[in-house]
């Protein structure tokens, strides 16, 4: 039972008894500051879709490549991006865990975009 200064409805009060850890709060807000910057949601939208060098996510998205590097390492540090080296280039792409996989659904809902169906042969 709660010690609600009003009792207004029983919601309130349920809800209470399913709220989720503060640290939970604190992860999701993480997350949604990466999800902030308008250079970093162009990012993500292309590494969700393909993996790919630096030179070209700058020119995709319209960006020098220095901006995008400082982009993916937040991205990076973030455990959302992963990267692979082949030769002398690094590829980036979306990681393959939990929090890259929920970034990859937000993507997908705002631009309306449905990866994991359209990836069921």
Known sequence: MS???HRHTR???ELMDIMP????FEMSTDLFSIL???SRVRILWLLCHTEDCVANIADAVDMSSPA???HLKLLKSANIL????????????LADNEKANEV??????????????????
């Open 104 to 121: 990859h659904k937000i993507i997908d809902t705002v631009f309306h975009m449905d990866c994991f169906t359209d990836l069921i042969p």
């Open 3 to 5: 010690n609600l200064p």
């Open 68 to 70: 995008v590097s400082h």
């Open 21 to 24: 850890d503060p640290k939970i």
């Open 82 to 93: 992963k990267y692979t080296k082949k030769g002398k280039e690094v590829y980036y792409t």
């Open 11 to 13: 919601k309130t009060e």
């Open 36 to 38: 902030s910057d308008v």
